[in-house]
């Protein structure tokens, strides 16, 4: 297993987002960077691969890839090997989120190949079931995310509190692994009732890259860690 990650901590996926590409990327991530520095809550950015390299060299925190692809070296036109991330500055991978979901088998030899360069793995899952399935399979972390709820303003730790309870305890007869959750999460109270029912950290994306003001809408999401400690 690969983990270099201080939990709990706020995972921002910049999806394919106008405000999140190119340069608007670069200057998102340094809005993560500052508030991940000044809140003492561990920020990271996913970002397209194309923006990988610039981003990476312009920020500290962790920088992700939004996807790879299950292949190396080789005739594979249009793919995205861990390698490339790898080499270009990125330290993890989201894996199977809802908006790009894989077959299993597919799943499991992406968290090997990512393991072999040495990429941290988070792998999302959109029932406790589906999670419970993915635990078998060794990613690093696993963030729980119901895709009716995504995007929708509804948090998952309001709206379906259950999910989370019942992912963290079927993940828990698998493997040791951190649960996240994602879907609908826009603020720091959203942030405390995840954290309480067992999570480790949340997984966002329009929250914080659609906001008005991404740093302030961050800001308050960090609150929602406040006198929680750190492992």
Partial sequence: MVMSIQL????VNFKTYEKATADRAEAL????????????????VAVQDAD???????????????????VGYGS??????????????????????SEDRVRLDVLETAIRRAHEVGLITLACANTPEAAASIAELGPDLIAVEPPELIGSGRSVSKAKPEVITDTLARVRKVANIPVLCGAGIVDADDVRRAIALGARGILVASAVTKAK???????????GFSRIEHA
């Avoid at 709990?8 to 995972?11: S, T, V």
């Avoid at 990988?52 to 299950?70: G, L, Q, W």
């Fill in 29 to 44: 991530a340094r809005i993560c960077q500052q508030v991940s520095h000044e809140t003492g809550v561990q920020v990271v």
């Fill in 8 to 11: 709990p901590a706020i995972f």
């Fill in 213 to 223: 003001d991404p740093e302030k809408s961050l800001r308050d999401l960090a609150r």
């Fill in 52 to 70: 990988i390299y610039r981003v990476s060299r312009r920020v500290t925190i962790p920088v992700f890839a939004e996807h790879i692809d299950p």
């Fill in 76 to 97: 594979y036109t249009g793919q995205i090997i861990p390698e490339a991330v790898k080499l270009n500055g990125a330290q993890g991978t989201i894996l199977n989120h």
